[in-house]
């Protein structure tokens, strides 16, 4: 299946490429970049790439305000669509791309890579096996130490740049597929570093029945945090630290070799037992980006689930932007 990749900078250079050339059955042979990329042969527009009949499959990991216009012309031209998260802007855009799919009969899937993250994996796994019983409060961190502001889109003053669309994405994606759409939402966004124009901040509570469920991230944080605290009926569990695919693709380490996923850290659980607290060591499950790719693989090619349907994305959508009307007008807002 030959793949084209729309976008070269960060998320494309350093995982959409990579994983790409690691699935068996993945062929990248195109990329629409600015710059030189080795071996492969460089496009310089979207529309070379939908033009060509060899292309099957399109990966789009351009700036965030592009992913619609790309994807809508994508899949009008006949081709299958990755979409790096955030999926769109704007819910408007998801829900118009939704309905533009199955008129098509292409499969449209959006990258929420940390779905496979090995944290993320053992805790889904803890909690489904009832480790903690009822799951009453959940904090997901993702913190960073930046405290210089970069020359790139990201943190520039666009629509969807800022770190709630581009880290609280995956957080938003994680906590939804543990505990489904909230009941309400409660944020503050901020701009806390000297000179941003963006949101560096987050502080977002998800309100359900009994569970709340804090995401939170920060460019100002040096210090290795928390990354999952989950208190429940039968006990805790904390993990420290960010999963390693991400550093590991960065050395350019190869997708899927020995070791790959691994994480050193394992987290703690706490389990009250008869009355007395019974800690443990927990390894962590090893992530698996490539197993995205592969399931993308799959689904066009024998019709299996698609890995991350854009309903799902949407749903993310829906809670990003509540998110950002909550903190604009200072109140909790129900989803």
């Known amino acids: 299946m030959n793949v084209a990749l729309l976008g070269y900078g960060y998320a494309g250079k350093t995982l959409h490429a990579p994983l790409i050339r690691s699935v068996r059955g993945l ?72 309905a533009q799919a199955p008129a098509t009969a292409r499969l449209l899937s959006v990258f929420h890579n940390r779905r496979w993250d090995a944290d993320f994996l053992t805790v889904r796994q803890l ?33 969807g740049a800022g770190i709630w669309f581009d880290l609280g994405s995956h957080l938003v994606d994680q906590a939804l ?31 359900y029945a009994r569970l709340r469920l804090v995401l939170h991230g920060s460019n100002l944080v040096a210090e290795t945090v928390r990354r999952f605290e989950v208190h429940g009926t039968g006990g805790s569990f904390v993990k420290y630290g960010l ?12 997708p899927g070799g020995p070791g790959w996923g691994a994480d050193p850290r394992d987290g703690v659980l706490t389990a009250w037992i008869d009355g007395a607290p019974q800690v443990r060591q927990v390894p962590m499950i090893p992530g698996n980006y490539p197993a995205y790719y592969e399931a993308v693989r799959d689904a066009i090619e024998e019709g299996a689930p698609n890995p991350v349907p854009p309903e799902e994305a949407l749903a993310v959508m829906n809670v990003l932007e509540l998110a950002a009307r909550s903190a604009a007008e200072g109140r909790q807002l129900p989803y």
């Open 27 to 98: 062929h990248l042979t195109a990329v629409m970049s600015s710059r030189a990329v080795p071996d492969v042969t460089v496009v310089r527009s979207a529309d070379e790439v939908f033009a060509d009949p060899t292309v099957d499959l399109v990966v789009i990991a351009t700036p965030n305000d592009t992913h619609y216009d790309l994807a809508h012309r994508a899949l009008a031209a006949g081709k299958h669509v990755v979409v790096d998260k955030p999926f769109t802007i704007t819910p408007e855009e998801a829900s118009a791309l939704i």
């Open 127 to 159: 909690i489904a096996g009832g480790e903690l019983g009822d799951v009453v409060h959940f904090e997901s961190h993702f913190d960073r130490y930046r405290p210089v502001i970069q020359n790139r889109w990201r943190e520039g003053p666009g629509p």
């Open 177 to 207: 597929q543990l505990f489904g759409p909230p009941e309400a939402v409660f944020a503050d966004l901020a701009l806390q570093r000297t000179g941003a124009v963006a949101v560096d901040y987050f502080h977002v509570l998800l309100r």
């Open 243 to 254: 999963d390693t695919q991400e550093d590991s693709l960065k050395r350019g380490e190869h």
